[in-house]
């Protein structure tokens, strides 16, 4: 039982603190959050596990975070508010090419990683040419260029 418990805490803390971290693609991780990612992943095995290295408290531990994970997703579909508190929103950070600072500041993006996103998905050499560019759900930069 220790186990399980063990598991639902590391689980939701874990997701509090990335939801406190912010979004972030898997695609725009750099080095030193992939370096960061294995140190929490080693700490947290750590924090799981304790002195029992046995099949039998891995598969518990596994099977718990899975539950977990299913019931938070069977939670989302049935719960709007739930979803969008586990999940968050979209958020525009550019609209009609002038960039929206204060959000971009509370999403800890650049102009750089705007132009960056327009550059490689729409081809877009111009802020001017941004009619929405919006942090996405899951992290990612959607561009929508304005109209010729």
Same mark, same amino acid.
């Given at each position: ?5 063990? #598991? ?8 509090? !603190? @990335? ?7 898997? #695609? ?5 959050? @992939?370096?960061?990612?294995? /140190?929490?992943?080693?700490?947290? %095995? %750590? ?5 029992? @290295? ?17 019931? @938070?997703? %069977? !939670? ?21 090419? %002038?960039? !929206? ?28 040419? /941004?009619?929405? #560019?919006i942090i996405e759900r899951n992290g990612t930069i959607s561009i929508i260029p304005e109209k010729d």
């Amino acid at each position: 039982m220790d186990s399980v418990l063990r #598991a639902a805490v590391m689980y939701l803390m874990l997701m509090i !603190l @990335f939801k406190i971290a912010g979004r972030r693609s898997l #695609a725009d991780l750099n080095t030193f959050d @992939f370096v960061l990612l294995l /140190i929490i992943g080693e700490a947290t %095995q %750590q924090a799981l596990l304790g002195d029992d @290295f046995s099949i039998t408290n891995s598969v518990l531990i596994i099977a718990t975070l899975i539950a977990i994970d299913v019931g @938070f997703s %069977q !939670l989302k579909q049935r719960s709007k508010r739930v979803a969008l508190l586990l999940d968050g929103g979209p958020t525009v950070i550019v609209e009609n090419g %002038q960039p !929206l600072l204060r959000r971009m500041k509370k999403a800890r993006i650049t102009e750089a990683d705007i132009m960056e996103s327009a550059r490689s998905n729409q081809g877009i050499a111009s802020m001017s040419d /941004i009619r929405y #560019a919006i942090i996405e759900r899951n992290g990612t930069i959607s561009i929508i260029p304005e109209k010729d």
